[in-house]
């Protein structure tokens, strides 16, 4: 009589391994996959899109309130994130009013949309007019101040990234960052100085991008997150590329502009927010008459530090009919 042994069970298929006889609380908690189901943990994508509706309601607020670019229910993040390490706000701060600012950030990157705002808290004591740049250090709790006819500001900071290690930011006065404050006048200038230079085939446009006196040498605001504002002439469009930091870009400027997404259309709206995945082939395109500006956020620092940014250039993706332009939904 012939015996059929059962096939053995195939690593892919064990269950998760806990201990046999566990001596302790420490040891109890030990768990163990292997190299056949350790490494094929799916995540919901995250998806392109543009936060038009977000931005309306921010435009039009009368009362001071926060506006979050939130997809968490869509990333599977169980806090507020645009990205899995970024989380894009608007903040709306009435007339005469004040709005609390609670950095559980490394830091904040603070773009001054309209109006005009005085910001207090930690180190910064700072008048923010239309046009300004600000960076201020995570932990300590700061308080804006609207003018005569209130602030709106776009507001991005890696929150979900010590969200997701359960971390808090360092408090004063072992803060990693300082203050910055790049007013509009200055950053225009710089522009100027861009405009007057010339290019060459590896250049991706003419981008003005942020750092510090601290973190100079890595050209980077954050130590995670990058900053650039992006021009783009009318009449033309930047190359497609692609690299491994997701990035946040709030529109400024740019009738008749869009980008193409990972194949997808995103059509730009006055002060939204899009959102352009890691690692999605992207071009962007102004078939108006005038400048397009953009500022765009990446999760860059923490690439370059791992040497991982795979920046490149590729070859332009077309929209096709099956995939759906990018939306609020």
Partial sequence: MNVRLA????????????????????Q?????????????????????RVFVDVAARALAAAHSAWFNCDQSARLGCDFPATTPLMLARYARVAPGDSLAVDAVATGLIGYVIAGDAYCRG??????????DVVLLPGGPRYRLHG???GALLWIVGNQPQLAFDGLRPVLPPRVSLDVVHYPAAEIARQLDVLFAAGTNDATSGHALVFSSERYEASRSLLPSLTLGYNTLPPQAAQRAHRHNSAAVTLIIQGQGCHSLVGGQRCDWEPWSTMVTPAGAP???HNEGDGRALFLIVQDGGLHYHARTMGFEFVPLALPTACRPRCSES
Avoid: C, K, W, Y
Avoid at 7 to 25: C, G, K, N, Y
Avoid at 34 to 42: E, Y
Avoid at 122 to 131: C, F, N, S, V
């Fill in 28 to 48: 109890a908690r030990a768990r163990f996959f292997n190299s056949g189901n350790a490494f094929n943990i799916v995540l919901p994508a995250v998806p392109a």
């Fill in 122 to 131: 930690g180190d910064a004591e700072l008048m923010l007019a239309a046009g």
């Fill in 147 to 149: 003018g005569a006819d």
């Fill in 282 to 284: 992207h071009s962007h």
């Fill in 7 to 26: 096939a053995p069970v195939d690593m892919a298929d064990l269950p998760v391994q806990r201990p046999s006889a566990p001596q302790t609380a420490a």
